[in-house]
């Protein structure tokens, strides 16, 4: 059983950076695509971006060239670095973890989940 714990959420000014940072344990990490999505609050779960076990990654245009995913197999975890954030960045973000699959851009395709880390972007 896949368990995933998130963390580095926090409070920024609009402009700087936040890296959130996921564990992963119960399986092989290296095996697994790895996933970020977000929730603002009154909105849906949202596609953040996600990296596959190759290290290929792939990003919502809404944060394409701010975002960064990276992945370091050897300490089974993942990384979001946030740059340039802006106040509509807002949202628990949460990890999530998918079996072989190239590049799992829906929710559907993870079937284990993080319990969510708080980003809070002021003006």
């Known amino acids: 059983q896949v368990q995933l714990v998130e963390s580095g959420g926090g409070l920024v000014q609009a402009g700087g950076s936040l890296r959130l940072s996921c564990a992963f344990s119960?399986?092989?990490?290296?095996?697994?695509?790895m996933g970020w999505f977000r929730q603002a609050p009154g909105k849906e779960r949202e596609f953040v971006g996600c990296?596959?076990?190759?290290?290929?990654?792939t990003y919502a245009d809404s944060v394409k060239g701010r975002f960064t995913i990276s992945r370091d197999n050897a300490k089974n975890s993942v990384y979001l670095q946030m740059n340039s954030l802006k106040p509509e960045d807002t949202a628990v973000y949460y990890c999530?973890?998918?079996?072989?699959?190239?590049?799992?851009?829906?929710?559907?395709?993870?079937?284990?989940w993080g319990q969510g880390t708080q980003v809070t972007v002021s003006s």
């Open positions: 119960g399986r092989t990490f290296s095996r697994y695509s």
């Open positions: 990296i596959n076990w190759s290290g290929d990654s």
């Open positions: 999530a973890a998918a079996y072989l699959i190239v590049f799992p851009v829906t929710q559907s395709a993870y079937p284990s």
